[in-house]
């Protein structure tokens, strides 16, 4: 396992643990022995020491587990381009007992705000987050100095298409009337500072370019004076880039965003290209997510998948999509799964060949303070854990809901 191989094993929740187990890569002997099992049973159980008896989560088990495993939450808002990953990125925010999302914001790139505002609301009626009172906040049109550029190539002209070229889901009929009003910057600061006012320190995680971030850090400064925030993005690179030879798309569209983010003095995560590139959607992940078949919810997200794959695969040559967006997501769920360093990463605004390049001092030879932690490698299975429950309870709540719904109407009709 990579953190045993690493020495830093540490004592996983029932819930990592019960995960571990059902796959078989685990370490059930050392697992055991520090939860104090003492007996597995024939239904998916096992027996504690104080004869509590609690859930193994295989696959199969998986669907009868009561709840989720309550912890301790963790406020983030979301600001995001869908965009085919940021779409997961909201599933796993949205449904991860340890995220307690408190908006979404928009802006450019995948495609126009306008559209990756428009896909944000269809993911949330997709996702059955709809009902939720989450925020959501249209950003940022246009990067802080350059026009703006966007990525149909890969995400489609709707910038959430589907294999035949339409959006993928439901698009909402009156999508001014469902968002929040004012300016994004401002609407974020609101519910950022009411966040920290009541003691949280809340995870500001971007999946898109950083332009409403940079202008967030740098109207109100106090958020970061008084620690308020910290931000985790997907986006950067360590090494090589994927629309530039060294810039990672986020930070391309918008170097200077990403400037005064990472000069902002805020605490700053970047997940980068080397963690997402592992992070690859193979036909066994899609197998699983589509389970027999039957069900419209995970066909949809086989579907957005899979028109990932394609795009990936004729613009990049990847066989399997990386899914990078939802590993920002997975870093504050849990960041034991990803290795990390600290180091100093600058941002290239003056060429324009290597604009948008995070210049990463991995061995401090410039002597600059250290502004960032870098995650460098990723627990891939365990990423895959945390989606496959994400669509799991979005499909329980879904399906509640709808039992509801017809409930409700068979009252009405008696
Ligand atoms: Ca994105």
């Given amino acids: 396992m990579l953190r045993a191989a690493r020495g830093k094993w540490r004592v996983p929740s029932p819930e990592q643990f019960f995960h571990r187990t059902c796959r078989g890569r685990g370490a059930p002997s050392i697992c055991a022995a520090m939860l104090r099992i003492v007996k597995y049973n024939a239904d998916h159980t096992c027996t504690m020491s104080d004869g509590s008896v609690r859930q193994l989560a295989t696959k199969a088990a998986r669907k009868s587990i009561p709840q989720p495993v309550q912890q301790a939450q963790q406020a983030v808002w979301l600001d995001c381009d869908p965009g085919h990953d940021d779409a997961m990125a909201i599933l796993l925010a949205g449904y991860h007992p340890c995220v307690s999302l ?9 495609q126009s705000v306008a559209k990756t505002t428009v896909n944000a609301l269809a993911c949330l009626r997709a996702f059955g987050m709809d009902s939720d009172n989450l925020p959501v906040v249209r950003g940022q049109a246009r990067p802080l100095v350059r026009p703006p550029t966007h990525c149909a190539e890969i995400h ?30 401002n609407v974020m600061y609101e519910h950022i500072s009411r966040a920290a006012l009541s003691g949280q320190r809340v995870k500001l995680v971007a999946t898109g370019a950083l332009t409403n971030v940079a202008l967030l850090l740098t109207l109100y400064p106090e958020l970061v004076e008084e620690d308020a925030l910290e931000v985790v993005f997907m986006g950067g690179a360590i090494g ?33 290209l080397e963690v997402t590139h592992t992070a690859l959607a193979t036909e066994a992940v899609i197998s699983e997510i589509r389970e027999d078949g039957s069900s419209e919810f995970r066909n949809a997200l086989c579907d957005l998948l899979s028109f990932f794959k394609d795009t990936y695969k004729s613009y990049f040559g990847f066989d ?6 939802p590993c920002a997501v997975a870093y504050v769920i ?3 799964l990803f290795e990390t360093e600290d180091m100093r990463v600058d941002v290239e605004t003056h060429s324009d060949l290597a604009a948008g390049q995070t210049v990463c ?26 989606i496959h429950n994400a669509i799991y309870a979005a499909e329980k709540k879904m399906d509640h809901g709808s039992k509801r719904k017809r409930g409700g109407a068979e009252e009405g009709g008696s």
């Fill in 102 to 110: 408190l908006g979404i914001s928009t802006v450019h790139g995948n």
């Fill in 156 to 185: 489609g002209e709707t910038g959430l298409d589907n294999l035949e070229g339409e959006p993928l889901f439901p698009l909402p009929r009156d999508p001014d009337a469902m968002l929040v009003s004012g300016k994004c910057v």
């Fill in 240 to 272: 090589l880039g994927n629309t530039g030879p060294v810039a990672e798309f986020n930070m391309q569209i918008d170097p200077e965003a990403a400037k005064v983010v990472f000069e902002s003095g805020a605490k700053v995560t970047m997940v980068p």
């Fill in 320 to 325: 399997d999509p990386p899914l990078h967006d």
């Fill in 334 to 336: 849990d960041p034991d």
């Fill in 361 to 386: 001092d991995r061995h401090n030879l410039q002597k600059k303070p250290k502004n960032a932690t870098v995650a460098c490698e990723m627990d891939v299975e365990e990423f895959w854990d945390l």
